[in-house]
């Protein structure tokens, strides 16, 4: 900070440096050129005399030596137009390069022969084409938009983990995180300021509804990727569990304000029809844990977490815990979280889950896996997706959602991302103020998942407005 005094130039004393540049710093922290000259060692530099510094003018003086060097320039690939057409596509995967190849492919080949056509498309591609190859959300939010026009397709699988230091701050090369699929933000009411959502990806009318289904795997290499697809195609497979009508509840301890195990008993009711009802319905409740007098007061908790991983080992199609939630823990005792989840091994019949908690779905942490992230991406049993709040949530609203979705899909036969498109779609219809449960609600895994059950309704392929009533 140099002060002015209203002259009309500053004059600064070089010291003998090489001055190639010298630049003013706006209120809106934007570099401006100014004129200058040199002569003697003495730098003298024009300031603009209406300046709104009020006598303070803020330069900066640049020498040859102070310019950063780009380690590398690229410049955006043309992309040929059949590589981004999706005009007899069903199902679009966007995946970061360095995760395509045959194991992706393999999954592109089960839905292939489920009757969906899928097709992979290279996210750089699209940066290439939208976005002259910087890697922004909104380029691939742009090209489903103009793809939805002509194309009838009714899912996306977004493939590739991102973090919130997309940029990399205090980091080098031995822990910069890993960013591959970029994420959107939005802010909301309360405290929820940075929900890392999916909805603005298949928003094509900006009313802040979801206009397709979409899920993401947010793997980060190659080993990840293959972990996730052998669940996925287990999901798939012919004979496997996915109709098995088998589910585990997990209740959380109550508090002042909510009682998580009659919550759990309203979901246990929201399950199938009357006449043809889920059959294997396990709960696990810490309240009644915590009542029963057969239990040694000190090995409470390890009977819970010891009951869950059972439950979860019998291979469950569904599994639902209503409760508290922290990116890393499920319950404010902890009754999940990674160790206990590193005892999962239903290989060959992961679970559908469905956490109603806070965090349950947050993936962005840069050094620290998250529990949805050892969950799906980093266990070979587990979850083979999970779909919840990703930040701070209500647990009315965990509820209110968890119910429909599971009669969604366990009644009516949808497919996991058409039940949450649904959902999301009349919650944002009878009130946008509800615009938060709209953003948090996050998918990870694969939105063609179902129970195996007939539909009885198909979601239309083109929305009216949502806004309208």
């Not at 959380?252 to 009682?259: E, G, P, S």
Request: glycine share 8%; aromatic share 8%; charged share 20%.
């Amino acid at each position: 900070m140099i002060e002015r005094s209203g002259a009309s130039s500053i004059s600064i004393q070089t010291e003998g440096a090489e001055v190639s540049s010298v630049y003013a710093l706006d209120d809106e922290h934007n570099l401006v050129s100014k004129a200058f000259s040199v002569k003697g060692g003495l730098l003298k530099v024009a300031v603009n005399s209406n300046s709104s510094q009020r006598g303070l003018a803020k330069l900066m003086v640049v020498s040859d030596e102070a310019y950063s060097q780009p380690a590398a320039i690229y410049s955006a690939s043309s992309t040929e137009p059949s590589e981004l057409d999706l005009s007899k596509t069903d199902y679009v995967i966007i995946a970061d390069a360095s995760l395509r190849g045959d194991t992706l492919q393999r999954f592109v080949t089960r839905q292939n022969e489920l009757g969906r056509r899928a097709k992979v498309v290279s996210s750089q591609s699209i940066y290439d084409a939208y976005s002259s190859g910087s890697a922004l959300p909104q380029a691939i939010a742009d090209y489903l938009a103009d793809q939805a026009d002509s194309s009838p397709y009714r899912y996306v699988l977004l493939v590739g983990g991102h973090t919130y230091n997309y940029r990399g701050y205090n980091t080098d090369q031995t822990n910069a995180p890993i960013n591959l699929i970029p994420s959107f933000y939005r802010a909301t009411e309360g405290i929820t300021k940075q929900i890392p959502t999916a909805v603005p990806f298949v928003d094509f009318d900006n009313d802040g509804s979801p206009d397709r289904a979409i899920g993401r795997w947010p793997v980060r290499d190659l080993d990840q990727l293959k972990l996730v697809v052998d669940k996925t195609l287990a999901w798939h497979a012919d004979g496997s569990h996915k109709d098995s009508k088998t589910a585990l509840f997990i209740a959380d301890a109550k508090d002042q304000q909510n009682n998580f195990s009659q919550s759990t008993h309203r979901l246990m009711s929201s399950l199938g029809l009357e006449l043809d009802p889920w059959q294997q319905l396990s709960p696990v409740l810490l309240d009644a844990i915590l009542a029963d007098n057969s239990i040694s007061s000190g090995e409470k908790l390890n009977y819970t977490r010891d009951s869950i991983v059972d439950g979860v080992n019998q291979g469950p199609a569904l599994t639902v815990y209503s409760g508290h939630g922290a990116p890393g823990v499920w319950g404010r005792q902890a009754l999940v979280y990674g160790d206990v989840s590193k005892r999962f091994d239903n290989v060959s019949a992961p679970t559908l889950m469905v956490p109603l908690a806070c965090y349950t779905t947050y993936y962005e942490t840069p050094n620290v896996k998250s529990l949805p992230e050892v969950l799906l991406t980093d266990t070979a049993g587990g979850a083979v997706a999970i779909t919840g709040a990703a930040l701070l949530s209500r647990s009315g609203d965990n509820e209110r959602f968890g119910r429909e979705l599971l009669e969604k899909m366990s009644v009516s036969g949808l497919d996991l991302g058409t039940a949450v498109l649904q959902i999301k779609q009349e919650i944002h219809r009878i009130s946008p103020r509800h615009q938060t449960v709209v953003y948090n609600w996050v998918t990870l895994g694969d939105p063609t998942l179902s129970f195996g059950l007939p539909a009885l309704e198909v979601a239309p392929l083109v929305d009216t407005p949502k806004n309208e009533h």
